[in-house]
């Protein structure tokens, strides 16, 4: 999945600062409230792999990352079957 699928799919972007982190570097990072206590988190900027972003829900095992947007589109689709219309994957 890119960047544009996320941001595409309404995904909101959290920058974290160093002076922030005190990591030595910027990152960032998406998210996206599903709906109260289900939020879907995108690997962080600097772990990126040839352009290639996952999602994923920090409480969820590993083999639950979703690496399509196709996969989240069907996910938000099955969770929430009738969704706002301001949601951009509708």
Known sequence: MTENDLTDLGFNKVEV??????NGYDYYYYTYEVFNNLTLNSI????????QWYVYNLEWPDQFRM???EHVIHFLETVNPHPHPHHAWT
Request: proline content about 0%; hydrophobic content about 10%; charged content about 55%.
């Open 17 to 22: 600062k160093d002076l922030e982190s005190q």
């Open 44 to 51: 962080d900027s600097d772990r990126v792999e040839n352009g």
């Open 67 to 69: 690496h399509d947007k």
